[in-house]
């Protein structure tokens, strides 16, 4: 049975170094969606195709970078709670923190047309962007499962499910390109079906492992005070991670 870990005993640089290694390597490998995607998807499908995942790289490091810095915001007062060991409160953050992501999940636009994407490249890149729009919660759960386990003191677990889904996607995207001939959108499903599976796997990790996160049918109703708690760390949190992006997209 594993349990949580709390950081305030033992020697500060090798804990702080312990815990920050995996969690920078698994924003790294997070990178790596994009990139593999564009690797095999120019290897095999040529240079139009090619130019389709790159019109939509700005917006799916958009999106990754807003989902990373909402849900590490979103890990703020879970961390909290639990270092007080306030753990009632705790629960009631994280089922308000899931239900936040449920909604904020939700979105879609026509970032493309405004980028001005030419026409031979738009129908692609529309379709990698619209599969990845859809995968949205795949991602954004991820994300937030992983900061509540990281809160608990565990970096570790979520970057080996990250480091699976990697590989996953690798295999994936050639089996949905070569296999099944889907083009692009294979590369785009492949993405987010691996994505789902980091998510799921994090959420048994989650829900099997610790005690403390079995709490009682009150705690999981949502709470207008807690959301908006995590709404005020959360956003602004999402919007300097995303800032960037959102630079190349302009």
Not at 60 to 66: D, K, M, P, S, W
Not at 169 to 177: A, T
């Amino acid at each position: 049975m594993a349990t949580s870990r709390e950081m305030t005993a033992g020697r500060a640089l090798p804990l702080i170094f312990n815990f920050t290694m995996p969690l920078l390597m698994g924003n790294l490998l997070q990178q790596t969606y994009s990139l593999v995607d564009a690797a095999i998807v120019g290897k095999f499908l040529g240079i139009n195709a090619l130019a389709s995942v790159g019109a939509s790289t700005s917006v799916v490091f958009l999106i990754l970078g807003f989902c990373n810095g909402c849900c590490g915001g979103f890990g703020i007062p879970v961390a909290q709670k639990f270092g007080a060991r306030d753990y009632s409160t705790m629960r009631r953050y994280i089922s308000v923190s899931l239900q936040l992501a449920a909604v904020m999940s939700i979105l879609c636009g026509d970032i493309l047309l405004m980028m001005r994407t030419p026409d031979i490249i738009f129908q692609n890149a529309y379709y990698y962007l619209l599969i990845t729009f859809i995968g949205v919660p795949c991602t954004f759960f991820y994300n937030l499962l992983s900061s509540i386990i990281r809160a608990l003191g565990d970096s570790k677990t979520p970057f080996w499910f990250l480091l699976f889904s990697a590989a996953l996607n690798i295999l994936l995207d050639l089996f949905c390109i070569l296999v099944l001939d889907w083009g692009v959108a294979g590369a785009a499903i492949a993405t987010v079906f691996s994505q789902g599976v980091s998510a799921v796997l994090c959420y048994g990790y989650m829900m099997r492992r610790f005690d403390i996160l079995r709490g009682t049918l009150d705690e999981r109703k949502f709470n207008g005070a807690l959301a908006r708690r995590l709404m005020c760390i959360g956003v602004p949190m999402g919007l300097q991670f995303s800032i960037t992006a959102i630079g190349s997209i302009m």
